[in-house]
C-alpha cells in the first residue's frame, strides 16, 4: 500500500473518531452543572426569596427561585444563566434587578442544580416556555424582561421571538453556539454534529421588543464583534451598549455596566419624529454652476 494512501486512511478514521467524540461528549464541554441536594436551603442575605418546582409534562421538575424587591414591583426579569454553576451562586445578581424594584425569576436548566430531566436543546426551549406561561398568569408581558446571560442568551432570544415581553436583554451573547465550536473545530462538521446549535440571529430577527445587547470589548470567549454582527439582524429595535474592557465573566465589576442598566430599566420607549432630524440632510453635495 503507498504511503499517502495509507497515511489518507489513518487521517479518515482520526476524523471519523474525533467526530464521534465530540457529538457524544458535548453535553460535558458545554454543559458545567452544579448538583444540589433535594433538601438544600438557598440564603443570601438582605434578599427575600422564594423557591418554586415546576413538574414538565415529561415528568422533569425544573427548580427556580423568585427574588423579591423591597419596593412595590414594577415588573419581573426572567432571568436565563450562564452554562456553569447552578441558581445557587448566581443569584447573587439579582440584586441589579430588585434595587430597581423589579422581581427576579431564575431557573436551573435540567441537570443543573435541583433541576432533574434529560436535557436537550428542545426540552430546554419548552421548560422554558412553560415557566414564562406560568409567569403570564401573575403578570402582564409589558411587565416581562426576559434576561439571558451567555449560553442563556441563545434561550432568551427565542423565548423572546415566540412571546411579546416588555424587552430583550442579550448578556455575552453568541451569534450561534454553533459558531463559537467552530472556533475550537474549524475543520469538523459542526453544523451536523451540534446538538445545541442555538441559533441566536436567527430568533433576534422574529423578536418585536426592544432588543438591549450588552458586552465587553475584551471578552475572549465569544468575541465583542459576535455583538455587532447581532445587533444588525433587526436594528431598528437592536440597541448594542459597550462596556470597554470587560471580558466574559466580569461585566458586573465595572461601573459602566450598572450604568448601562440603570438606564435600560428605567427608560421608556419614545417615538422619535424624524423629520424635525438631520436625518435626510446629504453632505458632500455639490452645487451647480451657471453656465
Not at 438544600?40 to 415528568?59: A, C, H, M, S, V
Not at 435600560?264 to 436625518?279: C, H, P, V
Amino acid at each position: 500500500m503507498p504511503y499517502w494512501l495509507h497515511f489518507l486512511i489513518l487521517l479518515i478514521i482520526a476524523y471519523v473518531i474525533i467526530s464521534i467524540a465530540i457529538y457524544y461528549l458535548q453535553d460535558y464541554l458545554l454543559f458545567k452543572p452544579e448538583k444540589l441536594p433535594e433538601d438544600f436551603q438557598f440564603y443570601y442575605e438582605n434578599q427575600d426569596i422564594k423557591e418554586y418546582n415546576l413538574e414538565t409534562r415529561d415528568g422533569a421538575v425544573i427548580n427556580a427561585l423568585l427574588f423579591k424587591p423591597k419596593g412595590e414591583s414594577k415588573g419581573i426579569v426572567f432571568y436565563l444563566k450562564g452554562n456553569s454553576k447552578s441558581i445557587k451562586g448566581w443569584g447573587k445578581f439579582a440584586v441589579d434587578f430588585t434595587r430597581h424594584n423589579y422581581n427576579v425569576l431564575m431557573v436551573d436548566y435540567r441537570g443543573f442544580g435541583k433541576s432533574t430531566g434529560r436535557r436537550s436543546q428542545k426540552a430546554i426551549k419548552r421548560d422554558l416556555q412553560e415557566v414564562y406561561n406560568k409567569i403570564k398568569e401573575e403578570t402582564t408581558e409589558d411587565r416581562i424582561i426576559v434576561y439571558g446571560r451567555s449560553l442563556g442568551s441563545g434561550f432568551a432570544a427565542k423565548l423572546a421571538s415566540m412571546n411579546n415581553p416588555k424587552m430583550l436583554i442579550l448578556d455575552a451573547p453568541y451569534y450561534s453556539l454553533t459558531k463559537v465550536t467552530a472556533r475550537y473545530a474549524p475543520f469538523m462538521p459542526l453544523s451536523i454534529l451540534i446538538k445545541y446549535p442555538l441559533p441566536t440571529y436567527k430568533w433576534l430577527k422574529y423578536v418585536q421588543c426592544p432588543i438591549h445587547i450588552i458586552h465587553g470589548t475584551n471578552d475572549t470567549l465569544i468575541p465583542y464583534k459576535t455583538s455587532v454582527r447581532l445587533s444588525k439582524v433587526n436594528p431598528k429595535l437592536t440597541r448594542l451598549h459597550t462596556v470597554i474592557g470587560g471580558g466574559h465573566k466580569n461585566l458586573n465589576n465595572f461601573e459602566s455596566y450598572h450604568k448601562m442598566m440603570h438606564e435600560i430599566i428605567n427608560s421608556k420607549s419614545e417615538q422619535i419624529d424624524l423629520s424635525t432630524t438631520s436625518i435626510h440632510v446629504v453632505h458632500g453635495t455639490k452645487r451647480k454652476t451657471q453656465g
